[in-house]
């Protein structure tokens, strides 16, 4: 799918108005790790080998980047994340918002500075197709960055395998689930990059997926203390807004993202950098001397 036939929102013009106006209307935004929730979980897999026990794959999504966070914010961000321990770091779309032209140097930049042992891998938002899917395609190629939309890979440690597969937005229609399941190695544990968390009604029907990871909520911006949900969903993040969810047998992760769309308001719902440690189920190491 091109970006011309891609369906974007009524009123464009009016949006990035309003986003300019907002960005410049308040002082830049500095960053500090207080205001970050780093949110760490352990994810169990099934038949997941041991040479991936205790594997720490870092997530990034939502960046917005030029509403709310700027430049200096991002790349700030991006040293702190240089920091943590870490073996791969995926990233989940909504690199941009309404904006796109200003702030390419800025992502490319700073995702280029970005360091995972493993590499770093990727698929787009609804965001980066209206805005322009190939500028952050041509990103993701400058910085190492492999595309995962609609895509595979296999890593691979000692004899053991894990499958890291992605989809393209489905908010534009550019998913292709089956291009992925026809590409998807079997009996080996997979995780599914997917932008749009209620995604996961579909990727979980197949039985192929053991984890999602996606973002595109924002945690709707306010999680309700206590209850750890949120009464604002929007379109494709209505069932799995925020947090962990099982989805018939597939576990969800939906991270509240880094940035804000529209308000410059998050109330109980900080940004946020989600490190996920998956574990095996499998019970005993059995040593052979
Ligand atoms: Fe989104």
């Not at 308040?26 to 169990?44: A, G, R, T, W």
């Not at 941009?96 to 032209?101: G, L, R, W």
């Not at 209206?130 to 895509?151: E, H, P, Y």
């Not at 047998?249 to 998956?278: A, D, H, W």
Request: net charge negative.
């Amino acid at each position: 799918m091109t970006d011309e036939e891609i369906d974007r929102p009524q009123a464009m013009k009016i949006r990035q108005g309003i986003q300019d106006a907002m960005t410049y209307s308040l002082p830049d935004k500095k960053f500090s790790e207080k205001n970050i929730d780093l949110v760490e979980i352990d994810i169990e897999l099934d038949n997941l080998g041991w040479n991936f026990h205790n594997y720490r794959i870092l997530n990034l999504t939502d960046i917005h980047l030029g509403q709310w966070i700027n430049p200096e914010y991002l790349d700030e961000l991006i040293d702190y994340v240089n920091t943590l321990n870490i073996d791969l770091i995926t990233l989940t779309g909504d690199y941009f918002s309404y904006v796109i032209d200003e702030y390419l140097d800025a992502l490319e930049k700073s995702f280029k500075k970005l360091k995972a042992p493993d590499g770093k891998y990727g698929v787009l938002g609804n965001h980066d197709h209206w805005m322009g899917s190939q500028k952050v395609r041509d990103i993701f190629n400058a910085s190492d960055i492999f595309d995962l939309s609609n895509d595979v890979v296999t890593l691979k440690k000692g004899e053991d395998s894990l499958n890291l597969a992605g989809v393209d937005s489905c908010t534009v229609c550019a998913d292709d689930l089956d291009k992925v399941i026809a590409n998807l190695p079997p009996n080996i544990p997979t995780i599914l990059l997917a932008h749009e968390p209620d995604f996961a009604k579909q990727s979980s029907q197949t039985n192929r997926f053991d984890l999602q990871i996606s973002g595109h909520s924002h945690g709707g911006q306010f999680i309700i203390p206590k209850f750890e949900t949120t009464p604002f969903r929007g379109p494709n993040s209505t069932k799995y807004p925020v947090g962990l969810y099982k989805v018939g047998n597939m576990t969800q992760y939906t991270s509240k993202g880094l940035g804000t769309n529209s308000f410059r308001i998050r109330i109980n719902c900080k940004p946020e950098i989600t490190v996920i440690t998956l574990k095996t189920s499998k019970k005993h190491k059995i040593l052979i001397e």
